[in-house]
Structure formats: C-alpha cells, structure tokens
C-alpha cells in the first residue's frame, strides 16, 4: 500500500514538473527558430546580392570525389586559420567579414584585385568555390561575389564552411 501511494506521488509530481517545463521548452524551440530563419533570410539576401549559387558539404564532397575540375578558395586568415586547417587543395585569400562593396587591399591582407584575379585564372567558366569559417561568416560571401564581379560564371558560395566539412569527418589539410 505505501509503495503505490509512493508511485502516486511520484507521478503527480513527475507530471506537474512537466506541465511547467514543457512550455519553456517549447517557447525556447520557437525561439531558436526564429534565429534560424534570421540566419537563413540573411543567406538568401547574400547570395542574391553577389549573384552566386551556394553548395551543400556533401555536394562539395561529392564533386572533389568525382575529380571535377574546380578551385576552391578559402577565405579565412593564412595564420589564424588557413594553415592550422582546410578543405584539401583549397588556395587562401583573405577577405573581410563586413561587405566589401569597394576593393580594400587593407581588408585583403595587401591583396589587390587584380591578385585575386590572377588566382581565379583566365578561364572564367571555370568552377569556383568559395567558403570561410562557418554559416555566420560572411567572408565567402565578399569572395564569391568579387569572383562574380570579375566575371567568372560558375561561382559557389559553400556556407557551412570548415566548421560544417569537419562536422561531416571529412579530410583536411594543414600546411607543414
């Protein structure tokens, strides 16, 4: 008898906890949704801005796999990031996280724009990815549409960055 009285409690006690977490767990889901969609909106507007397409981790992989012919661009600091780790075969030029509208050598690590372009090559369907640190980070976003702005055509914004490629466990490299 006092055993089953003990399990009443329990359960009256389990679903009163419950009546008042649920809520709170709810409204921090929904609350965590709008985030997203304020992260996903300011995607989209970036890449109708600089007129690139975009590119998921694992279509990245799969394209490297297939041995398509593309440069793949990472826009991270060479010290800070760049050569502690990224997408294998990737080249590095700096860009700055703030929309770059104008070329700004001291955003670019003394890099001119006619650097840049000599690092895209002078075939302009060439296939180009471009990706920073993370979704967040905008610095893909000013590679990209400068690639777009100098004419190249098939160019990729891949947004999830190194964050999301090694969150898949795929490989990277370091430069020795």
């Known amino acids: 008898m006092k055993l089953r009285n003990l399990f009443l409690l329990l359960s009256v006690v389990g679903f009163t906890l419950s009546s008042f977490a649920c809520p709170l767990l709810v409204d921090d889901q929904f609350e965590k949704e709008i985030e997203k969609e304020i992260e996903a909106v300011k995607l989209v507007q970036e890449v109708q801005r600089g007129g690139y397409d975009i590119v998921t981790a694992s279509e990245l992989k799969k394209w490297m796999d297939a041995k398509k012919e593309l440069l793949i661009i990472d826009t991270m600091p060479y010290e800070e990031s760049y050569k502690k780790t990224h997408i294998p ?10 929309e770059m509208k104008e070329w700004n050598t001291t955003e670019t690590d003394g890099k001119s724009e006619e650097e840049y372009r000599k690092l895209l090559g002078t075939e302009t369907e060439r296939m180009i990815v471009v990706y920073c640190g993370f979704v967040k980070c905008t610095r893909s976003h000013n590679g990209a549409m400068w690639a777009k702005k100098l004419g190249y055509k098939n160019v990729y914004r891949y947004p999830g960055g190194i964050f999301a490629w090694k969150g ?3 490989p990277v ?4």
């Open 89 to 98: 075969g990737a080249k590095q030029f700096l860009f700055p996280i703030p």
């Open 168 to 170: 898949a466990k795929y």
């Open 173 to 176: 490299e370091e430069v020795k």
